[in-house]
T-cell receptor, first 110, second 112 residues
């Protein structure tokens, strides 16, 4: 079945690294995504990783994929207050339909 | 930078009334999606268009919801009649190739 799970909340101090975790169930997913949603706004595509990759780095963002455990993580280095938002993990299984997790609310405090 | 446009940004309507949302995708994007996001949850797909054709509307409550993309460019999502449970954020997204979806700012619907 299609199910993407995330922890609901993460709180970090400004300047520290944040790690947001996600587990998915459909091993046929070809792409896995991280989206950011600020209050009252739409979703911003942060990054995505192809299923044959283990890691992808883009400036302060590092995505790690463990296909064996169906585990995806997003690491944000040097977390800033502007990073406070809800982060959604998403997959595209063979249905070609984007399936989102419930989102992780990241709160950054000074 | 090109963006997906949506209007209105906010809509308050009474139950049993009709309501419509508009979306203008990024120019050249053939695929357009409408999602519904209930507060505290991730978005769920309502309907997907490829050009002017519906590809997937399996989750669209067709007794009250309709969607069209007549010329394969902009799109309208309609609810008639609106119910209290329809209160949510309605998001439009577009994609050039299917695996990158770009979202608009959304329309926040409140049904009273």
């Amino acid at each position: 079945g299609e199910d993407v799970e995330q922890s609901l909340f993460l709180s970090v101090r400004e300047g520290d690294s944040s790690v947001i975790n996600c587990t998915y169930t459909d091993s046929s997913s070809t792409y896995l995504y991280w989206y950011k949603q600020e209050p009252g706004a739409g979703l911003q595509l942060l990054t995505y990783i192809f299923s044959n990759m283990d890691m992808k780095q883009d400036q302060r963002l590092t995505v790690l994929l463990n296909k064996k455990d169906k585990h995806l993580s997003l690491r944000i280095a040097d977390t800033q207050t502007g990073d406070s938002a809800i982060y959604f993990c998403a997959e595209i299984p063979n249905t070609d339909k984007l399936i989102f997790g419930t989102g992780t609310r990241l709160q950054v405090f000074p | 930078e090109a963006e997906v446009a949506q209007s209105p940004r906010y809509k308050i309507t009474e139950k049993s009334q009709a309501v419509a949302f508009w979306c203008d995708p990024i120019s050249g994007h053939a695929t357009l999606y409408w999602y519904r996001q209930i507060l505290g949850q991730g978005p769920e797909l309502l309907v997907q268009f490829q050009d002017e054709s519906v590809v997937d509307d399996s989750q669209l409550p067709k007794d009250r919801f309709s969607a069209e993309r007549l010329k394969g460019v902009d799109s309208t999502l309609k609810i008639q009649p609106a119910e209290l449970g329809d209160s949510a954020m309605y998001l439009c997204a577009s994609s050039p190739m299917g695996y990158e979806q770009y979202f608009g700012p959304g329309t926040r619907l409140t049904v009273t």
